[in-house]
Nanobody, 122 residues
């Protein structure tokens, strides 16, 4: 069973930065897509950022509300997917989840982490 474990959440002031990390128990090379989602109280889970393999490169995609502030990256040596968050706002407060789509031959598997809480104070 593949596990995704997030870390790096916490309390930060308006305008501050945090770096979230998602440790993946399987090789990142087996995942064709990785992403970060978030869910605020009373709201639906929403995509924050994703990276999708395309040939030898990864195509990144960001929600409009984080463009220019957040950066998603993959570290194949450490088997982690990271989300660097800067210029944080109170509306960024949410539980952040790591997600991965793994391809093994003809089969596709979908994995979620347990989430890490981010709180931005005003």
């Amino acid at each position: 069973q593949v596990k995704l474990v997030e870390s790096g959440g916490g309390l930060v002031q308006f305008g501050g930065s945090l770096r979230l990390s998602c440790a993946v128990s399987a090789s990142l090379y087996s995942f064709n897509a990785m992403g970060w989602y978030r869910q605020a109280p009373g709201k639906d889970r929403e995509l924050v950022a994703s990276v999708i393999d395309s040939g030898r490169n990864g195509i990144t995609n960001y929600a409009d509300f984080v463009k220019g502030r957040f950066t998603i990256s993959r570290d194949y040596a450490k088997n982690t997917v990271n989300l660097q968050m800067t210029s944080l706002k109170p509306e960024d407060t949410a539980v952040y989840y790591c997600h991965g789509d793994q391809l093994l031959g003809p089969s596709k598997y979908d994995y979620w982490g347990q989430g890490t809480q981010v709180i931005v104070s005003s």
